[in-house]
């Protein structure tokens, strides 16, 4: 197969996606399209990563994910197929292996530090339809991706280099999804070179919930973070039941932080949960305050009543 692989030449790219993608058109997706009134914007972007993850781009992507499927615990073996495609001349052919590897390192257990260093490679095409690809299935990987972290780092500079520190907020939204996938990927690595992009999504609330997610991860800027995600924690409205999602990650975000500051912020999102019978979220809260330890004593006037609940 790896022979026949090599036989390959580029040619017009198959399997219904447009070659403008690599040109810089996100296929099925209308530019400036934005979600309906009370669709919380995380579900609308599992809608999209959902269209993505169905599309085909390279006409020998079916005959290569049977034969994976047939290889199927024979690492080695799907390691060496993967490493021909990641390094094809087809770019079709590299966009479709990017999800087969991610699926490969992350369902068995090994040393794919090779595959890794070939994702990473990805990002020298500058193009961000692919490299937006490749900063997903990076930070859907955890730690093992830390032979991507230069890689991920260096790119984020180039991004910003190239389209302006604001890029986290760029009006291409395949520039914009490139960025911010790279960014968090790096974060969740605990890496500070993705706190200058974080707080520019947190800021200028673009994309926040994209940045709150990963505020976690940044223990080491929690003075930068803390007043930033309690002041969105504050202005919450929660009645709306589109916000509850944001709600729980910003809550998680301080829990994860866990500083005097965030105890505030917390005391008052339980206060609030509960004069509006959101039980849901009071109980994450308070979850979040008791994984403050005893830095979370000013909330006991608060929480106290409420062990009679």
């Not at 709150?212 to 800027?221: D, K, R």
């Not at 002041?231 to 729980?248: C, I």
């Amino acid at each position: 197969m790896v022979g026949l692989l090599r036989q390959i030449t580029p040619g017009e790219i198959g399997g219904g996606v447009d070659a403008s993608c690599w040109a810089g058109a996100e296929p099925g997706v209308a530019e400036g399209s934005a979600p309906s009134p009370g669709v919380p914007p995380q579900i609308a972007a599992a809608f999209e990563d959902l269209e993505r993850q169905g599309r085909v781009h390279a006409p020998t992507t079916s005959l290569l994910e049977a034969f994976h499927t047939l290889l199927d615990d024979r690492v080695p073996e799907r390691t060496a197929l993967l490493t021909e495609q990641l390094q094809g001349a087809d770019p079709a052919m590299r966009y479709d292996a990017i999800r087969m590897a991610r699926d490969l390192i992350s369902q068995w257990r090994g040393d794919h530090t090779g595959l890794v260093v070939l994702l990473a490679g990805c990002f020298l095409s500058e193009e961000a339809y692919t490299c937006a690809s490749v900063a997903e299935a990076l930070g859907s990987l955890g730690p093992v991706s830390e032979p991507a972290r230069e890689a991920l780092a260096s790119y984020i500079e180039a991004t910003r280099a190239s389209h302006g520190p604001h890029v986290w907020a760029s009006p291409d939204r395949l520039v914009r999804r490139a960025h911010q996938e790279a960014v968090r990927a790096l974060a969740r690595l605990g890496d500070l070179r993705a706190l200058p992009s974080v707080l520019t999504g947190l800021d200028e609330a673009t994309d926040a919930w994209r940045a709150v997610q990963v505020t976690g991860h940044l223990s080491g800027a929690a003075g930068d973070l803390t007043p930033r995600l309690s002041k969105l924690l504050a202005e919450v409205d929660f009645l709306d039941p589109s916000q509850s999602m944001s709600a729980g990650a910003l809550v998680s975000a301080l829990g994860q932080l866990a500083g005097p500051m965030d105890a505030r912020a917390l005391t008052s999102a339980v206060t609030a949960t509960v004069c509006h019978k959101q039980w849901h979220m009071a109980v994450s809260a308070l979850n979040a305050l008791a994984s403050l330890g005893p830095a979370a004593a000013c909330a006991l006037e608060v929480v106290r009543p409420l062990a009679d609940a």
